[in-house]
């Protein structure tokens, strides 16, 4: 069993900006840049078992954490944690050796989310995510070592 992790955690912070909206001028200098969550992190656990050579299967977290969608900092948006399943399988056979099949579900818990929130005077914006969603690939390695 294998297990990954990374992340980032950041302050985005505006030094010296300002807006003129019906010819007032905003000074949002010292605030958090909008869209710019604290938190961004991803784990994964995933298990190569013995008894089936070439296959992999993995459970993958992430998580984007709370942000401002206004640049006045008045408006958040919580962020989101998505679960995905990963499977695949690269074939042992020496006819075969290089080819590889793959499944993944995407937002495995089919989670509604939104992908990017923006905030401004008229309202908020959400660009609703995808939900659950499976995918199936197939890859081959031409430079495949033998066994």
Do not use: C
Not at 53 to 76: F, V
Not at 91 to 102: H, I, Y
Request: aromatic share 14%.
């Amino acid at each position: 069993m294998n297990f990954r992790l990374s992340g980032t955690n950041a302050r985005h912070t505006y030094l010296d900006y300002s807006e003129v909206v019906n010819g007032k001028n905003f000074d949002y200098a010292g605030n958090r840049m909008a869209g710019a969550p604290n938190w961004i992190a991803n784990a994964e656990v995933f298990y190569k078992p013995r008894f089936v050579p070439g296959a992999r299967l993995g459970l993958e977290y992430q998580r984007i954490g709370r942000y401002y969608t206004s640049t006045d900092n008045t408006k958040t948006y919580a962020g989101y944690s998505l679960l995905n399943l990963r499977l695949g399988y690269r074939l042992p056979q020496a006819s075969l050796r290089g080819l590889e099949v793959w499944t993944n579900v995407i937002n495995l818990t089919n989670e509604l989310y939104a992908s990017v929130v923006t905030a401004n005077q008229y309202g908020t914006t959400y660009q609703a995510a995808a939900p659950r969603t499976y995918t199936l690939g197939l890859g081959y390695t031409f430079a495949a070592k033998a066994k």
